[in-house]
T-cell receptor, first 110, second 114 residues
Framework: DAKTTQPPSMDCAEGRAANLPCNHS???????VYWYRQIHSQGPQYIIH???NNETNEMASLIITEDRKSSTLILPHATLRDTAVYYC???????????FGSGTKLNVKP | KAGVTQTPRYLIKTRGQQVTLSCSPI?????VSWYQQTPGQGLQFLFE???????NKGNFPGRFSGRQFSNSRSEMNVSTLELGDSALYLC?????????????FGSGTRLTVV
């Protein structure tokens, strides 16, 4: 059951790209990398997920290293509304015993 | 489509009482999970139900229990409330397939124990 490690906080200037790293060195082959974010006191919101390949959607891009031991979430043009706690989790196929971690508090500044 | 609905949104209870929280998952989702979130402990997994069966359980005392009905709606119950049970309780539903967008969370129930 892979645990993830993220920096506790990061700053980003509004309009710039925010690159949030995540280490999941013990991830197994059947665990997907998922990213969620939580804006103060709301439920976590799904952002993106991937298994091996890089992924992109309307919100963000996910870059997974070839050895799958780490990944980076990219918000291409951060806005003030992107200020939130971002969680990276390794989600096993049976959803069993995964670990949310402390996340990264992203502060987007004007 | 409608999201995950949790009721009530806010609740104040007295120490020693019991409380029941409700969660209606997204239509078609058969898996429902519950989480407790506190400032000190972050998001902690309580339990997960799939097709009315508890499939996974976190490290919480027996005062925390749950159930899932045949329509996938779920309830969690906390008996003999303690001050430390004050938290945001989040429910999340999923289709059960890890490749299928993982979890969708509700807005939570804010429980305050006084």
């Amino acid at each position: 059951d892979a645990k993830t490690t993220q920096p506790p906080s990061m700053d980003c200037a509004e309009g710039r790209a925010a690159n949030l790293p995540c280490n999941h060195s013990t991830i197994s082959g059947n665990e997907y990398v998922y990213w969620y974010r939580q804006i103060h006191s709301q439920g976590p919101q799904y952002i993106i997920h991937g298994l091996k390949n890089n992924e992109t959607n309307e919100m963000a891009s996910l870059i997974i290293t070839e050895d799958r031991k780490s990944s980076t979430l990219i918000l291409p043009h951060a806005t003030l509304r992107d200020t939130a706690v971002y969680y990276c989790i390794a989600l096993p196929y049976n959803f069993n015993k995964f670990y949310f971690g402390s996340g990264t508090k992203l502060n987007v500044k004007p | 489509k409608a999201g995950v609905t949790q009721t009530p949104r806010y609740l104040i209870k007295t120490r020693g009482q019991q409380v029941t929280l409700s969660c209606s998952p997204i239509s078609g989702h058969r898996s429902v999970s519950w989480y407790q979130q506190t400032p000190g402990q972050g998001l902690q997994f309580l339990f997960e139900y799939f097709s009315e069966t508890q499939r996974n359980k976190g490290n919480f005392p027996g005062r925390f229990s749950g159930r899932q009905f045949s329509n996938s709606r779920s309830e969690m119950n906390v008996s003999t409330l303690e001050l430390g049970d004050s938290a945001l309780y989040l429910c999340a539903s999923s289709s059960g397939k890890v490749s299928d967008y993982g979890y969708t969370f509700g807005s939570g129930t804010r429980l305050t124990v006084v």
